[in-house]
């Protein structure tokens, strides 16, 4: 049967400037991945970068993480969707009234892009979190700022794989999970901590799958891409 949601792989494009990310790019198929523009190419490149993997017929997720007052993520949540990306996120910790304001923005958006919030960023430790005033345990406050988020109408949240059970678990089926740290049976697991594999994070309730250096920096992506494709099916 056609998986509904296919392709759930998205290849995270974290590279300086443009022309390496184009290379890369020009050996995936859109058939097989989305792909993901952060923070550090989108400063270098811009939004040029973005039409043009549009362009390729690529979906794309604009990981900027928007967090500011909630007029301004308004705006940014709308140009974000004139680009034509399928995916842009914010951070659930700028509030419900901003998680709204970016909600409604994209209301009178032509084929709006979907919108998922990060709860809680996952290289920040409980000792972390306490220095900046969160007290609750991570496991709580995640599953707070995901009903936050949820109940302000957004699509989903970005979450560890490990975590995707539990908010499955509590928020059901609907929401779209979308989980970094994944690394393939054998791979190198670089600087991740922790890791799953392709196969147990969809188990465990992922919707899509976060994928850059076992991808870009494999000496065949496009053969990589297939087998990890193919892991799901297993
Ligand atoms: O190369 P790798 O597969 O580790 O890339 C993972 C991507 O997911 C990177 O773009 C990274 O910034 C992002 N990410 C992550 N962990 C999070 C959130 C985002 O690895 N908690």
Known sequence: MQDPISPRIIVALDYAEAQPALELVARLDPGLCRLKVGKELFTAAGPDLVRRLVDRGFDVFLDLKFHDIPHTVQKAVV???????WMVNVHALGGSEMLRAAREALESVDRPPKLI?????????QHDLE???IEKPV???????????LDAGLDGMVCSAREAELLRREFGETPLLVTPGIRPQGSDRDDQQRIMTP?????AGSSYLVIGRPITRSEDPLASLRDIEQSLHG
């Open 131 to 133: 220095e900046i005033g």
């Open 79 to 85: 140009a974000a969707a004139s680009l034509g990306v």
């Open 139 to 149: 496991q709580q406050e995640v599953l707070d700022l995901t009903r936050l988020a």
């Open 199 to 203: 196969a147990a994070a969809l188990q």
């Open 117 to 125: 919030a990060v709860s809680l960023l996952t290289s920040m430790s």
